[in-house]
């Protein structure tokens, strides 16, 4: 990990992304810089959920919504797909039964990216 202490964590990983790069659909990002937001993401949510009875964890999906997207599009970028295959996994998601493409989501995000330079750039360190 890239950070040594928690609340590191949450500004390199989380803060970092929602203030730095909240629209960035451009470049790459790493396996952990993805799972890292991701987990402090729900953090968020699910504590502004309790504190306000769901309202406030909604209002913070909805808020943080184009930094997921972006940082999805960065994430399939470093994989070496086109971003816009984030789209099609989100509307996959919302069908029965087709929603079973979020295993396969969740596998390909997990895959390491490319180790050299690919057509969205150099990798993230």
């Known amino acids: 990990m890239k950070h040594k202490t ?4 949450f500004y390199g990983y989380f803060w970092n992304v929602i ?8 470049g790459r990002c790493s396996r ?3 799972w890292m937001f991701l987990v402090w993401f729900w953090i968020v949510v699910i504590i502004a959920s309790i504190v306000s009875f769901g309202i406030l964890g909604m209002v913070a ?3 943080f919504f184009i930094p997921n997207l972006a ?4 994430r399939f970028h470093d994989l070496n797909w086109p971003g816009w295959w984030i789209i099609v ?3 996959l998601a919302m069908i029965p039964l087709v929603n079973l493409s979020v295993f396969y989501w969740i596998y390909l995000f ?7 330079t690919n057509d969205y750039g150099k990798p993230v360190s």
């Open 89 to 91: 996994f989100y509307i």
């Open 32 to 34: 952990e810089d993805y």
């Open 6 to 9: 928690l609340k590191g964590s």
């Open 19 to 26: 203030t730095e790069q909240y629209s960035d659909f451009q």
């Open 110 to 116: 997990c895959q390491k990216g490319d180790e050299g």
């Open 61 to 63: 999906v909805v808020a």
């Open 71 to 74: 940082i999805g599009f960065r």
